[in-house]
């Protein structure tokens, strides 16, 4: 290898390390977010013992659940067990791997852009990788040996199939008019024209009803509905492997709120400003700042908007949840898409 | 049917339209109101740091009290245990011997009293059966315990300060 290539390696590692810590500890810190989201909006103050307003709480989480007994049921599958609650984490962390985090960094005379992979097949990844995250969850649904949990596991299963399709056609829409499916070509071309919410209002209302579903978040929680199903597909778990699956949860959550800020909110674009004059202002490095800032910005509101539906709107029916993935998202998701095409071919005319 | 009260309120049936049946604004609402309460003001009150004022007519634990001058007032009567509903208050009596009369105020005194607190159901009944305004229920809580015996409440337990010794 030459000296270049090995320099490629070694930076693209340690951007896998950087954002996979990164996306833990926003994780860890989104459990406290969401208990002190909660105790807030409930008219109370949340955890604030472990440290000042409760910020050491994570740690004293994840200490409670590693201290915790660990059991395997008898007469559940132990392999299947084991990877269950391993693929939803490991597939929770992959996502990540194509979001555009700023504009390069000039470190000494190398440009370092944030992104681990830019991809031409960014969404299709995405979509790809969203929709493994189902097997972990179903695989741990099965092979704990449980009618609840495997219940929950269907539910989990039909629920991201139903709601992966309207999600892929707002999708398209969105690379009609981009005519890439890079996400950094997608921000690019946000940055000088209209963010994409505004020239998609209806995409991104799908889009978000289907993030909600595919991160199992309320009101489409149901694989996980306690008062039917127990727990739902983690029944069976407990320690760590339970906190795993919860953990995959908020790292879903962090990711698709960063996902939808990326295509529909401008990614890293800081709004109103010319980001190319700012940047010769004040430095590359700034501005990658500032960009990196702008982007974990909106992120964190979408995180808080994930908690804020979560206490306000309740959980579905099932049947309900069906009937608005496939008799209303999916149909609204194609006139979107016609509406769109006959748009595009009217303006190329 | 005749109405019993003119307060019955006549439910709406129609059919929901476009706007009302795709939820959104209903939606919008209740977010609406949620995050009004996010800055409302906190209703929890740090209980250990912060303790909540008692009712003034709270009955918690009880005291046996003394007169100014540091003597117990029970006389062992018995009417308080007579008075329980829930029959947690065990006592035994003795006679004043000659020298005790700054430690016991009448000719007959408890030499054993005990309330167990897991009987209690601080009704205030013995409060209000003691002729001698010996016992009281305070405004403290009763603590909790891992042992059965420890909420058994002794006369050492229940008794209150020496006024004189405590000063």
Redesign the interface.
């Known amino acids: 290898m030459t000296e270049e290539q090995i320099a490629f390696v070694l930076e693209k590692l340690a951007l896998v390390g950087v954002m996979i810590g990164f996306s833990l500890a926003v994780a860890a810190y989104s459990t406290w977010a969401e208990r002190k989201?909660a105790?807030?909006?409930?008219?109370?103050?949340g955890p604030?013992r472990a440290g000042i307003f409760g910020l050491l709480q994570p740690l004293a989480d994840g200490l409670k659940l590693f201290s915790k007994e660990e059991i395997t049921p008898k007469d559940a599958n132990k392999f299947l067990f084991i990877l269950g609650t391993a693929l939803a984490m490991i597939v929770a962390c992959m996502t990540g791997a194509v979001i555009p985090w700023s504009t390069a960094f000039e470190i000494g005379d190398r440009l370092v852009v944030p992104q681990i992979a830019d991809i031409n097949i960014g969404f299709l990844y995405i979509l790809g990788v969203l929709s493994l995250g189902v097997y972990g969850i179903m695989i741990g649904a099965w092979a704990s040996n449980n009618k609840y949990s495997l219940m929950g596991g269907l539910r989990a299963a039909s629920q991201i199939i139903s709601y992966e399709l309207p999600m892929g056609l707002t999708l398209i829409t969105i690379l009609m008019m981009t005519g890439s499916l890079k996400l950094s070509d997608i921000v690019a071309q946000q940055q000088d024209n209209f963010w994409f919410v505004i020239l998609q209002p209806l995409g991104f209302?799908i889009f978000l009803v289907c993030s909600f579903a595919e991160t199992n978040r309320t009101p489409f929680d149901l694989p996980e509905a306690e008062n039917e199903l127990i727990g739902g597909y983690h029944s069976e778990y407990s320690s760590m492997k339970m906190g795993f699956f919860l953990f995959a949860e908020y790292i879903n959550m962090f990711i698709s709120s960063t996902i939808i800020a990326t295509i529909y909110f401008g990614g890293y674009d800081i709004p109103f400003v010319n980001d190319v004059a700012l940047g010769e202002k004040i430095g590359a490095n700034w501005l990658a700042i500032l960009h990196f800032a702008s982007l974990f910005g909106k992120a964190c509101f979408f995180i808080f908007f994930y908690m804020?539906?979560r206490?306000?709107?309740p959980r579905f029916r099932y049947d309900q949840l069906m009937d608005l993935g496939w008799k209303k998202l999916l149909p609204l998701a194609l006139i979107n898409m016609l509406i769109t095409g006959l748009v595009i071919l009217l303006m190329n005319n | 049917m005749e109405r019993i009260t003119n307060r019955a309120k006549q439910v709406e049936r129609k059919p929901m339209n476009f706007w009302e049946s795709i939820y959104l604004i209903a939606i919008f609402k209740g977010l609406m109101i949620t995050l009004r309460h996010f800055f409302m003001k906190k209703a929890t009150i740090n209980y250990p740091e912060e303790k909540r004022p008692f009712s003034p007519v709270f009955r918690g634990l009880h005291v046996l009290n003394r007169d100014e001058e540091g003597r117990e007032n029970c006389t062992a009567c018995g009417l308080c245990a007579l008075a329980c509903p829930a029959e947690a208050i065990t006592m035994e009596a003795a006679e004043r011997l000659p020298g005790e009369e700054n430690k016991y105020r009448e000719e007959k005194y408890a030499a054993k009293y005990e309330i167990n607190m897991l009987r209690c159901i601080f009704c205030g009944f013995c409060e209000e059966a003691c002729p001698k305004d010996a016992v009281y229920l305070s405004q403290t809580v009763a603590p909790a315990s891992f042992n059965r015996k420890n909420f058994i409440y002794t006369k050492e337990d229940l008794l209150i300060p020496h006024p004189k010794a405590s000063k």
Do not use: M, S
């Open positions: 989201v105790a807030f909006l409930q008219d109370r103050i604030n209302l804020w539906v206490w306000t709107i």
